[in-house]
């Protein structure tokens, strides 16, 4: 198979999985990003999480550039930069150490926080993770700037035990209790994998293949630039 023709299949896989999107939202207002971008100002985003953020198994194509790709397609005058402070290995505890040191010394308009899937995998999901997420959640927010959760993967070591559906509801609990943005990563997956797409998920079970990152990416920035039109 030629390069045109896998690039062409690779498309056809990432538009499929952008269609199970359809419908979704953040389900809450981003009013810092929003003001930054209609008065022209720069727009600084940091993303928060661990090996999906550093875009681990997708061969480089990590989920925070793709966004910016998108962005700037969707809105080309606007100035933004991303910071990717992701970490291979990090539960819940572990980002929120770094919080201020990798994170609010940028100063950032949006927090994007991938997170979750460690504490389910590997950790364990500490018994007091909704006060340490939701405490977290207010201190970015007492910075002026919005705060978009990211959720799991749909993928099989992550619904190998139960304990994904306890960590997905913590996420949404908080993103709904503190009005902050939710990203329905596992759902969008899930649409997508009970249609029929496939290769959204790495060799390795667990992370997003570079198809899979794309197609977050993408959807994440339509999503955002949804919430501040």
């Not at 009013?31 to 100002?41: E, N, Y």
């Not at 727009?43 to 550039?65: C, E, H, K, N």
């Not at 990563?185 to 994998?193: D, V």
Request: charged letters at 20%; a positive charge; glycine letters at 8%.
């Amino acid at each position: 198979m030629g390069s045109e023709a896998r690039r062409g299949e690779t498309d056809e896989i990432i538009n499929a999985c952008l269609v199970q999107a359809t419908g979704l939202t953040l389900g809450a207002p981003l009013g810092f990003s929003r003001a930054k971008l209609r008065t022209g100002q720069p727009l600084t985003i940091a993303a928060l999480g661990s090996s999906s953020t550093t875009g681990f198994g997708s061969f480089g194509a990590a989920f925070p550039d793709i966004m910016k790709q998108e962005l700037m397609r969707l809105q080309p005058r606007a100035q933004i930069k991303v910071v990717n402070s992701g970490r291979a290995m990090e539960d819940l505890t572990d980002n929120i150490a770094r919080l201020d040191n990798d994170v609010l010394r940028h100063r950032p308009d949006l927090v994007i926080w991938q997170l979750g899937t460690n504490d389910v995998v590997w950790r364990g999901i500490a018994s007091n993770s909704k006060d340490m997420l939701a405490d977290s959640v207010r201190r970015i927010k007492a910075t002026r700037a919005d705060v978009i959760l990211l959720d799991l993967q749909y993928a099989p070591l992550v619904l190998l035990t139960g304990r994904h559906t306890q960590m997905e509801a913590i996420l949404a609990d908080v993103a709904r209790q503190e009005n902050v943005g939710l990203f329905p990563r596992f759902l969008m997956m899930k649409r997508a994998i009970d249609a029929g797409v496939s290769g959204l998920v790495s060799w390795d079970g667990l992370h997003n293949s570079a198809r899979g990152s794309a197609c977050v990416g993408i959807a994440l920035a339509r999503m955002i630039a949804n919430a501040v039109r």
